[in-house]
């Protein structure tokens, strides 16, 4: 038996197979994190979503403290917000919009504001002055009390009240609650001051940054213009803005502060200025199955508390999970794609220290449902059969997750491996390969199919036993699968290339695109040359698993359909059907790498429908038998015939021995020499089901105990008088605990690990 | 003198008896290797032939999880 060689943990050196570039861009592909549409349209980018989430929740005080994030005066603010978002409400579509402005003023009258933070708040060293009334210089000392300025306000008002009501024209009650906000700030004010030329050209000298109002900046440099991208006259260095609406005056504020920034700094204030305003957004919300509904009426005294709340709860909180609702492995996870990805490769790129995310590479199906659910085609498949690939060719990819499956495919090219011409022909035209699980699940239906071609199908049909090579693609084994290429290509050369019929569409996939045959499903052949006499559907509507190596194959799929309506089955409709179908859980090796998750995997196939389920892939009906269900694969319905009832994994190998003896010797008239042993292994039932859980196959620990007989080499337990024997076989140490029987042995317990243990010397 | 560090030790308590040397196992010095890492450890060793023996408990448990761990580095 060949074994793999298993790698080192202390190699350093780096292989990529897929580049940032290309990780950046398929990264991208994914709109989970991009704004929503209201928020997009906001040119103060006030997050919306988050703030009518709260709002929707009764806590006005949270969402105050979202709004209060993106300006200093929220009741001015909101007076004046023209809710460019409203019209950008997803809910438009199919009714009314949210009625965000309503809404917004409701959280600004009825929530309380939160305590500043004062933690890192440290005062800048550069002192600003500002120069003047209105709206604009407002917003401003605002914004720049935030941004921690030491800024000196000289105005012609007399007191607070005043200077808020030079700006904005509120009620009398909110315009002292605006002024009690304002004098609680960190901001020093000079009443009453002329401010004529002399008096501010004496103060700006005090000052780093200048700023004014429209009319003082005017009169200070009446010769320049200020240039409304940057709100500055930069001969002058004046910052200045127009006052002509609470919008223009508040977005002008945000950006002459960022201005300021950039003065203080010496740096261009054109440049590093970021995103301002409004923004387009990539973001995709399905509408599909909700109501459109009307908002909420509003009198002119705004919305009562409960009114709020209840037009709040409108709001259905767009975002994108497409992929995520109908995928068991990003659901799991908890990440929509783009952040998994960027995990993944992340992970990839660790030289030394821990991989965390080894695991998430390799529970992922690959079966590339999410390019299909994904608005953008985003793969997360790519990603990960990538990102396996990396850890493989840089030899960080540790061999126990994928060891037992590539073993298994070894298994398949080796011992099980059968090719052979049809009798009489030498060369043929068609070669029937019907895949690894076929033969291990239901290798009597095999023998029927092949057959029945040989007798039906004209030009010869041969046949080929063995794995496709998807085994070692799917567990980023390139180098393997490039050697499984070379062996069919091999046979088939020898077999006069013939066209392939395949017996499973993961097969199909594999050998289209590894050998470059032409490859046909065995259904297709059959749909041609007319059904076998023994097909019989179900009497039972039956529902279809489309598997997900056909995804993309809308003839296969319909091939299917049309031979059940054929057979006489009435075939259920059920969601995430044909392209949209998930996997099973045996795909990408997500069983072997993560039992859970692909009993899980199995687990939401099946929520589909109460039906049996027809498949036509063997690897399905299996999974989907050990989930209880009664399943069929189409070939057993074609053919009359029954597939084993959940073979265990040597009944898998078993299966494929016994097949090619018996296609051997009913078809070519050969003889496979069987090694007959003298004695006899018996197994108790707790044996064969820990066996089968821990992935330890009869023949393994057939090998032990050849090796004791060979050794003797055991430990008898005294208390239970059991031998226990052990024998190291490629990476793994198998070990067997049976008793001695006149026969033979009888096992009852076989555990296995894959660290070698030896016994030290001089130490 | 440094004194010397195993990461598990097990005494077969005489329980364990070798089958070919027909010896009660001891506690001996034995050494596993994964990965290029390599642990001492104690275990039920036949003095003569020096057959470590693993219990089922350790290879399922403690032994599994630093196999788990390594893989991931």
């Known amino acids: 038996m ?56 009764g806590n006005f005080k949270k969402a105050l403290a979202i709004y209060e994030k993106i300006t200093p005066f929220p009741m001015i603010l909101c007076d004046g917000c023209t809710a460019p978002c409203e019209e950008k409400c997803k809910l438009c579509e199919i009714g009314d919009g949210v009625s965000i402005r309503e809404v917004e003023r409701a959280i600004v009258r009825y929530g309380e504001s939160g305590k500043r933070s004062s933690v890192f708040r440290i005062r800048k060293k550069k002192k600003a002055v500002i120069f003047g009334s209105g709206l604009f210089p407002l917003f401003l000392a605002g914004e720049l009390e935030r941004k921690m300025y030491p800024t000196t306000i000289y105005c012609q008002e007399e007191n607070y009240e005043e200077y808020i009501a030079a700006a904005a024209h509120l009620s009398e009650s909110d315009c002292r609650n605006e002024a009690k906000r304002l004098k609680s700030m960190d901001l020093v004010f000079e ?22 109002s429209e009319e003082i900046a005017q ?116 990440k929509h794609p783009g952040l998994l990805a960027r995990e993944i490769y992340n992970n990839t790129q660790i030289i030394m220290g821990d991989h965390p995310m080894n695991k998430a590479m390799n529970s992922c199906s690959l079966c590339g449902q999410c390019t299909v659910t994904c608005p953008n085609g985003f793969d997360m498949s790519q990603v990960c059969r990538s990102a396996r690939e990396n850890m493989v060719s840089t030899d960080k990819m540790p061999l126990a997750p994928h060891e037992f499956a590539l073993m298994d495919m070894l298994f398949s090219n080796s011992e099980a491996f059968l090719c052979k011409p049809q009798p009489g022909f030498d060369i043929c035209r068609y070669v029937f390969f019907p895949g690894c699980q076929a033969g291990a699940i239901a290798p009597d239906v095999v023998m029927d199919v092949y057959e029945d071609l040989c007798r039906r199908v004209e030009g010869g049909v041969a046949l080929i036993l063995g794995c496709c090579g998807a085994i070692s693609e799917w567990a980023g084994r390139y180098e393997m699968t490039e050697k499984v290429n070379e062996q069919l290509k091999q046979e088939l050369a020898k077999l006069g290339d013939p066209a392939i019929i395949a017996g499973c569409p993961s097969c199909m996939k594999q050998l289209k695109e590894s050998t470059g045959a032409v490859v046909t499903g065995v259904w297709e052949i059959l749909k041609e040359i007319g059904l076998p006499e023994t097909a019989r559907g179900l009497e039972v509507p039956v529902a279809i698993h489309d598997a997900c190596g056909a995804r993309g194959d809308v003839h296969t799929q319909d091939t299917i359909r049309e ?66 269900r009664e399943s069929r694969h189409i070939l057993e319905l074609l053919y009359g015939d029954h597939a084993c009832s959940m073979p265990d994994i040597s009944e898998k190998r078993y299966n494929r021995l016994m097949l090619k003896e018996k ?75 049976f008793i001695e029987t006149e026969e033979g042995y009888l096992v009852r317990r076989a555990y296995s690990h894959r660290m070698n243990i030896m016994k030290r010397v001089g130490q | 003198m440094a004194v010397e560090r195993n990461y598990y030790t097990i005494d077969p308590e005489g329980k364990l008896t070798c089958n070919k040397c027909k010896v009660p196992l001891v506690k001996g010095k034995a050494k596993f290797m994964y990965l290029e890492n390599g642990f001492p450890v104690e275990m039920p060793v036949c003095p003569k032939c020096g057959f470590v023996y693993v219990p089922e408990e350790l290879a399922l448990g403690k032994v599994l999880a630093v196999e788990r761990a390594l893989e991931d580095k």
């Not at chain 1, 704004?35 to 709260?54: Q, R």
């Not at chain 1, 239970?720 to 052990?726: G, I, Y």
Request: charged letters at 30%.
């Open chain 1, 663 to 737: 296609l051997l010797k009913n078809i070519w008239n050969e003889e496979l020499m069987m090694e007959k042993k003298d004695y006899t292994v018996t197994y108790t039932e707790d044996a064969i089901r820990m066996m089968d859980e821990r992935m330890i196959l009869k023949s393994d620990v057939e090998r032990v105990l050849a090796d004791y007989r060979e050794s003797q080499e055991a430990v008898l337990d005294e208390e239970t008088k059991e031998l226990v024997a052990r024998s190291r076989l490629g990476n793994v140490t198998f070990w067997v605990r």
């Open chain 1, 219 to 334: 009169k200070l440099a009446p010769q320049e213009e200020a240039d409304i991208e940057i709100m500055l006259r930069e001969q002058a260095r004046i910052v200045s803005g127009s006052t002509q609406s609470v919008m223009d005056a508040a977005f002008s504020a945000k950006r002459a502060a960022l201005t300021v920034d950039l003065l203080v700094q010496n740096l261009s204030p054109y440049s590093n200025r970021g995103s301002e305003g409004a923004v387009t957004t990539r973001l995709y919300t399905n509408i599909e199955g909700i109501k459109g509904s009307e908002r909420i009426p509003c009198g002119a005294e705004g919305y009562s508390k409960e009114e709020a709340v209840e037009e709040a709860k409108r709001c259905i909180q767009c975002h994108c999970d497409e992929c995520i609702k109908s995928c068991v492995y990003l659901s799991e996870y908890k």
């Open chain 1, 2 to 57: 060949t074994y793999i060689q298993e790698r080192g943990s202390t190699h350093v050196y780096h292989v990529n197979r897929m580049s940032k570039e290309e990780m950046d861009h398929m990264i991208s592909l994914c709109v989970h994190d991009q704004p929503a549409y209201c928020v997009a349209a906001c040119p103060f980018k006030v997050d919306t979503k988050e703030m009518l989430f709260y709002a929707a929740k």
């Open chain 1, 191 to 212: 009443f009453g001051c002329s401010l004529d030329p002399v008096f501010i050209r004496e103060k700006m000298e005090l000052a780093d940054v200048v700023c004014a």
């Open chain 1, 563 to 628: 031979l059940l309506t054929e057979m006489g089955c009435t075939v259920e409709n059920t969601e995430y059907s044909r392209d949209l179908s998930p996997c099973c859980g045996y795909g990408g090796l997500t069983a072997y790498a993560n039992k859970d998750m692909a009993a899980k995997m199995a687990a939401k196939c099946l929520e589909r429908s109460d039906a049996p389920y027809v498949t036509y892939c063997m690897a399905c009906r299996d999974r989907f038998v050990r989930e209880g």
